[in-house]
């Protein structure tokens, strides 16, 4: 929801996309088991760049070859991590770590060449971006031990510290920037879609990138004790409740006085709050951002997948039916956003079963297992492996100023969220993410 208007770093980048030539993809895959993890796995490892290890975020859109969006690669990250392949999840985590070009006003810019030499291509900074590298950083650290991907979250969780409106007068207080402000050097620097009459990053305050912030800054205090994380998680808070939540729909804004529906953002505040941290801004809020996103944001769409024909698709559009009227546009359905619903249920599940409410628990674990078991007829074989298209639609606005990417696209964040969703993980949530046999790393 990037400057509290749209949503600059979702999975995609989503840039101003034209169409595009298709990209050829030949069934050698048996889509029937598209649920083993490995065949999205051999897929991410194929369409890399092999020294870096960074991830082609849009293979099949030509104007974007090689490209990497960072939120991309901290997300592929998390999937290497989650499937115990460490060395590959090292291997994206150290460019990182290691490449100082990368690295631009506190923090790393948003899009660039996969590989060395390093060649930035969009070199804004994005507090969101950033903080879910910071994420995979804590979770690389908790699985290998190895503290110099703690000192990388850290790095990023004090970056993002440094962003938060610590006014307390202000309406935005507690909540956490888009991005630094700009170099005075480059008038354009730091505004949205680096137009001077637009809003600076620094003035704008995303419910998404808030989210993030939250589910950093708290696994960080449980992590290292410190103090700094703890009152920045609490203040994060403070601001979902008094800046971004839309108390006559019962779910979150996409940003500060900004009252656009995003779909990810519910899902992401069930995924990261649960039910508990929920009552603390409305009681009963986690059923109730649940039943919006389902009577709002669900959609059938029909897709086309190569050598099996169309089908109809049920998951959730980027907004709601109202914002896609206003768009004149089909609904369509976001792969990303839609595993990131499920995990939201999968959270739901397992804090109502923790909580002795095993009805509900059953419910969200039945909702969970319907929307997913129909999801993995729509992955599509490449390269020896499995990857799902951005969207059901290409080329198409998604309600968030940007559109899809051009038809033909296979998009790394598609196949890293099922491997997530596959391995039992959410990287949103206060535990740690577990292994498919369902015990923790």
């Keep these: 929801m990037a400057h509290g208007l749209t949503r600059f770093i979702t999975s995609g980048f989503l840039f101003f996309l034209m169409s595009g030539a298709a990209l050829c993809v030949e069934p050698t895959v048996d889509v029937g088991r598209a649920h083993d993890s490995e065949h999205f796995l051999t897929w991410l490892m194929v369409n890399r760049n092999q020294e870096s290890g960074l991830p082609f975020s849009h293979v099949g859109d030509e104007r974007f070859l090689h490209w990497t969006i960072t939120y991309d690669a901290a997300v592929v990250a998390l999937a290497y991590s989650a499937s115990g392949k460490y060395a590959e999840a090292r291997k994206i985590l150290d460019y990182y770590i290691e490449i100082p070009e990368v690295w631009r006003l506190g923090g790393i810019i948003e899009c660039?060449?996969?590989?060395?030499?390093?060649?930035?291509?969009?070199?804004?900074?994005?507090?969101?971006?950033?903080?879910?590298?910071?994420?995979?950083?804590?979770?690389?650290?908790?699985?290998?031990?190895?503290?110099?991907?703690?000192?990388?979250?850290?790095?990023?969780?004090?970056?993002?510290?440094?962003?938060?409106?610590?006014?307390?007068?202000?309406?935005?207080?507690?909540?956490?920037?888009?991005?630094?402000?700009?170099?005075?050097?480059?008038?354009?620097?730091?505004?949205?879609?680096?137009?001077?009459?637009?809003?600076?990053?620094?003035?704008?305050?995303?419910?998404?990138?808030?989210?993030?912030?939250?589910?950093?800054?708290?696994?960080?205090?449980?992590?290292?004790?410190?103090?700094?994380?703890?009152l920045a998680a609490a203040d994060c808070l403070h601001w979902l409740k008094s800046g971004a939540w839309n108390k006559s729909e019962h779910r979150f804004n996409r940003g500060y006085q900004d009252e656009t529906v995003a779909t990810d953002v519910q899902s992401w505040g069930v995924s990261a709050l649960g039910v508990e941290g929920?009552?603390?801004?409305?009681?009963?809020?986690?059923?109730?951002?649940?039943?919006?996103?389902?009577?709002?944001?669900?959609?059938?769409?029909?897709?086309?997948?190569?050598?099996?024909?169309?089908?109809?698709?049920?998951?959730?559009?980027?907004?709601?039916?109202?914002?896609?009227?206003?768009?004149?546009?089909?609904?369509?359905?976001?792969?990303?956003?839609?595993?990131?619903?499920?995990?939201?249920?999968?959270?739901?599940?397992?804090?109502?079963?923790?909580?002795?409410?095993?009805?509900?628990?059953?419910?969200?674990?039945?909702?969970?297992?319907?929307?997913?078991?129909?999801?993995?007829?729509?992955?599509i074989s490449d390269s020896g492996g499995l990857a799902f298209s951005y969207a059901t639609l290409s080329d198409a606005e998604i309600g968030h100023e940007n559109r899809t990417p051009a038809a033909g696209n296979l998009s790394a964040i598609g196949g890293a969220w099922a491997v997530l969703v596959i391995k039992g993980c959410d990287p949103l949530a206060a535990y740690s993410c577990v292994d498919s046999a369902g015990t923790s790393k």
């Excluded at 409106?165 to 005075?184: C, E, H, R, Y």
């Excluded at 897709?303 to 907004?319: E, Q, S, Y």
Aim: proline residues 3%; contains cysteine; aromatic residues 14%.
């Design 112 to 230: 660039y060449i996969a590989g060395k030499p390093f060649s930035g291509r969009d070199w804004s900074v994005r507090s969101g971006a950033n903080i879910w590298m910071g994420m995979a950083g804590f979770d690389l650290y908790l699985k290998t031990g190895d503290k110099k991907y703690l000192e990388l979250a850290e790095k990023i969780a004090d970056f993002a510290l440094s962003l938060q409106n610590t006014d307390k007068q202000s309406g935005n207080f507690g909540g956490v920037a888009l991005g630094p402000k700009g170099d005075a050097a480059y008038p354009a620097d730091q505004h949205i879609g680096y137009d001077v009459e637009k809003p600076e990053f620094y003035q704008v305050y995303a419910t998404e990138v808030t989210i993030d912030a939250y589910a950093l800054f708290h696994k960080l205090f449980q992590t290292t004790g410190k103090a700094k994380y703890q």
């Design 278 to 379: 929920l009552d603390r801004i409305e009681p009963g809020a986690a059923e109730r951002v649940i039943e919006f996103v389902e009577k709002n944001c669900f959609s059938e769409s029909s897709f086309t997948v190569p050598g099996k024909g169309d089908a109809i698709i049920r998951g959730v559009d980027f907004t709601d039916k109202k914002r896609m009227a206003e768009l004149k546009r089909p609904q369509m359905i976001s792969f990303e956003w839609t595993f990131q619903l499920i995990n939201a249920y999968s959270r739901l599940a397992s804090d109502y079963r923790r909580l002795g409410e095993i009805q509900k628990a059953e419910i969200y674990q039945q909702k969970k297992e319907k929307l997913l078991g129909q999801l993995w007829t729509f992955a």
